[in-house]
């Protein structure tokens, strides 16, 4: 079953804006990561915020983590055509689910010129 | 580095054929795995594993062989193809050992259509 749900399915905004997604899980994790996937293309690793992170920067991207919620956040800050693409979150479990990274559905995001 | 290279990309099957997509990485990694992809359905993991002679099951296991003899190499079988199986298979590999799966390398996919 799915551990990660994304929110919202699709995005759509003006280059330059923000984008925001949100990832909601089910169960205790080690690490959250997020994942883009350009159309037609395997996906690429952004960024990986552990358990005991809060918050997470690597360039335009910032990663909030709310372990209480089970939920995390992905801010794209002055978005360009470039990152339209579908982006994910994964997490893996603790204890014996720790070998498996779980992917939610996505959220497709377009970025109009 | 070519990273995870798999093959082939496409392929076009009937229903009771079998075959093997082929996964390989050249970074060494210990943790590999095959995951399908479905719209609507995000990505599930079919098998995985955790170093050379070690493999186990996933959210989405049935239907499918994998074997890991090298640590470089991860083939995933289809014995008897079904229609359910139309899919695209991404493998992928991570540097981490045993605990905290890390990073996962994506290949490009293999796009499976059975008939």
């Known amino acids: 079953s799915q551990q990660g749900e994304e929110d919202p399915q699709a995005l759509s905004i003006q280059e330059g804006e923000n984008a925001t997604m949100n990832c909601s899980y089910k169960?205790?994790?080690?690490?959250l990561q997020w994942y883009r996937q350009n159309s037609g293309r395997g996906l690429v690793h952004l960024i990986l915020?552990?358990?005991?992170?809060r918050e997470k920067h690597s360039g335009r991207l910032r990663v909030t983590l709310d372990t209480s919620k089970k939920s995390s956040s992905l801010l794209i800050t002055a978005s360009r055509a470039a990152d339209t693409a579908s982006y994910f979150c994964?997490?893996?479990?603790?204890?014996?689910?720790?070998?498996?990274?779980?992917f939610g559905k996505g959220t497709k995001l377009s970025v109009i010129p | 580095n070519a990273g995870v290279t798999q093959t082939p990309k496409f392929q076009v099957l009937k229903t009771g054929q079998s075959m093997t997509l082929q996964c390989a990485q050249d970074?060494?990694?210990?943790?590999m795995s095959w995951y399908r992809q479905d719209p609507g359905m995000g990505l599930r993991l079919i098998h995985y594993?955790?170093?050379?002679?070690?493999?186990d099951q996933g959210e989405v296991p049935n239907g499918y062989n994998v074997s890991r003899s090298t640590t470089e190499d991860f083939p995933l079988r289809l014995l008897s193809a079904a229609p359910s199986q139309t899919s695209v298979y991404f493998c992928?590999?991570?540097?981490?050992?045993?605990?905290?799966?890390?990073?996962?390398?994506f290949g490009e996919g293999s796009r499976l259509t059975v008939l």
């Open positions: 992928a590999s991570s540097y981490n050992r045993l605990r905290d799966t890390g990073e996962l390398f």
């Open positions: 169960t205790s994790i080690n690490n």
């Open positions: 915020i552990r358990s005991n992170e």
């Open positions: 994964a997490t893996d479990g603790t204890g014996a689910g720790s070998y498996q990274l779980t």
């Open positions: 970074m060494n990694h210990e943790y």
């Open positions: 594993s955790v170093g050379a002679g070690i493999t």
